[in-house]
């Protein structure tokens, strides 16, 4: 098992950068895939980032491609999102997540563990 808790959100306005942090308790934190998931005010929960165990694979969604970055420390059991050129529509609730296995996932239905939430605003 796995605890999160996610750090780092904020307000900053557009075009400015923040990083996420999420910090993970428990054993065995390199055999987990660790996600990035978002969800705005009346939205749906949406896929942001994923890294496999040893950092050597992600993936990232289109909508934030080549402005948000993944990537994990094993020997701190950390995973961060670095975020730049924000813009408004990515004010959200960015959670951390985590599952057991191999293969990057995109659905969030497939991470068993699930951090709090960080509140990440963007003004314009």
């Known amino acids: 098992q796995v605890q999160l808790v996610e750090s780092g959100g904020g307000l900053v306005q557009a075009g400015g950068s923040l990083r996420l942090s999420c910090a993970a308790s428990?054993?065995?934190?390199?055999?987990?895939?660790m996600g990035w998931f978002r969800q705005a005010p009346g939205k749906e929960r949406e896929f942001v980032a994923a890294?496999?165990?040893?950092?050597?694979?992600?993936t990232t969604a289109e909508s934030v491609k080549d402005r948000f970055t993944i990537s994990r420390d094993n020997a701190k059991n950390a995973v961060d999102l670095q975020m730049n050129s924000l813009k408004p529509d990515d004010t959200a609730v960015y959670y951390c997540a985590a599952y057991r296995g191999l293969a990057l996932n995109s659905n969030g239905y497939e991470y068993n563990y699930w951090g709090q939430g960080t509140q990440v605003t963007i003004s314009s």
């Open positions: 890294i496999n165990w040893s950092g050597g694979s992600t």
């Open positions: 428990g054993r065995a934190f390199s055999t987990y895939v």
